[in-house]
Nanobody, 127 residues
Framework: QVQLVESGGGLVQPGGSLRLSCAASGFTFDYYAIGWFRQAPGKEREGVSCISSIGGSTNYADSVKGRFTITRDNAKTTAYLQMNSLKPEDTAVYYC????????????????????WGKGTLVTVSS
């Protein structure tokens, strides 16, 4: 059974940090690029970051560049999103997704073609 399970969300003050995890099972993790997406209330889903299947290539949305870092540990079949200098506008449900591809596609941020999705974890940035 394929599963992507996000964890690590919560309430954090502006300027704080969180690390999200995406634990995968039921498929060959190191064949898949992994993306992180988010959806705030009343807004469309947004691509946050993407990492290639062996971790050699990463992509970021302009809104998070320099603040967020995506990594993966294929031995643990887990991807991570380190989020620093969090802002209230980062508040959203964060999802991870897996794409059967070595690299993130040129339109990765749209989320089309992702094969598997997690159920999300809520991040709230507020004082």
């Amino acid at each position: 059974q394929v599963q992507l399970v996000e964890s690590g969300g919560g309430l954090v003050q502006p300027g704080g940090s969180l690390r999200l995890s995406c634990a995968a099972s039921g498929f060959t993790f190191d064949y898949y690029a992994i993306g992180w997406f988010r959806q705030a209330p009343g807004k469309e889903r947004e691509g946050v970051s993407c990492i290639s299947s062996i971790g050699g290539s990463t992509n970021y949305a302009d809104s998070v560049k320099g603040r967020f870092t995506i990594t993966r540990d294929n031995a643990k079949t887990t991807a991570y999103l380190q989020m620093n200098s969090l802002k209230p506008e980062d508040t959203a449900v964060y999802y991870c997704a897996a794409d059967l591809a070595a690299r993130c596609g040129s339109s990765w941020y749209l989320g089309y073609g992702m094969d598997y999705w997690g159920k999300g974890t809520l991040v709230t940035v507020s004082s």
